[in-house]
């Protein structure tokens, strides 16, 4: 049962361009969304994040969109460069800083298209 | 600082081999937690601790162990490899006001 889906294995966008990467959860006990990307042979880094109480967050060239009642969130990556080719990875989790059951989607692998 | 460190990169056990993987991090931080990574199924988490002394089962923990006798070190045992066991292993950390989790470069294993 797969809590947290990103439907799109992989994309390819136009450096640039707009990325969008998608996430659908189906817990409605997840409050807290992360974003993480990951680098062949590296450890997943954080990128941005974002709670159940908003619905957008923005941090540079990357914004987090969060809509609760489609139990949906996107991760905008604009203008989209080079150095964004990556694996995405979409995680929740619950509201108790206690709980570390951090729920990870399968990942995007975004290819930016010089 | 380090961060979270993973010992070794790479390795190579035979089916029944026991081995143990190394983690550890110099950020003082409370919570660790060992994830695994295959093809297709992103990051499944094995074990958890939230404090030296405390541990926890995660989401697949069949066939490992750990133990958390310091803040700074979190080693994942193997008892009895097992080709399902092949995978890619990530060692993590956070604050404990904090959901951010900070990964090790991860593990490598391969079990033939």
């Known amino acids: 049962d797969q809590q947290v889906k990103q439907n799109s294995p992989s994309l390819s966008v136009q450096e640039g361009r707009i990325s969008i990467l998608n996430c659908d959860y189906t817990?409605?006990?997840?409050?807290?969304f992360l974003w993480y990307k990951k680098y062949p042979a590296e450890g997943p880094t954080f990128l941005i994040s974002?709670?159940?109480?908003?619905d957008k967050n923005e941090d540079g060239r990357f914004t987090v969109f969060l809509n609760k009642s489609a139990k949906h969130l996107s991760l905008h990556i604009v203008p989209s460069q080079p150095g964004d080719s990556a694996v995405y990875f979409c995680?929740?989790?619950?509201?108790?800083?206690?709980?570390?059951?951090?729920?990870f989607g399968t990942g995007t692998r975004l290819t930016i298209i010089p | 600082n380090a961060g979270v460190t993973q010992t070794p990169k790479f390795q190579v056990l035979k089916t029944g081999q026991s081995m143990t993987l190394q983690c550890a991090q110099d950020?003082?931080?409370?919570?660790m937690s060992w994830y695994r990574q295959d093809p297709g199924m992103g990051l499944r988490l094995i074990h958890y601790?939230?404090?030296?002394?405390?541990?926890d089962q995660g989401e697949v923990p069949n066939g490992y162990n750990v133990s958390r006798s310091t803040t700074e070190d979190f080693p994942l045992r193997l008892l009895s490899a097992a080709p399902s066991q092949t995978s890619v292993y990530f060692c993590?950390?956070?604050?404990?006001?904090?959901?951010?989790?900070?990964f090790g470069p991860g593990t490598r294993l391969t079990v033939t």
């Open positions: 993590a950390s956070r604050d404990r006001l904090d959901y951010e989790q900070y």
């Open positions: 817990n409605s006990m997840f409050d807290y």
């Open positions: 974002i709670s159940s109480i908003k």
């Open positions: 995680a929740a989790s619950g509201a108790n800083f206690g709980n570390e059951k951090l729920t």
């Open positions: 950020m003082n931080h409370e919570y």
């Open positions: 601790s939230v404090g030296a002394g405390i541990t």
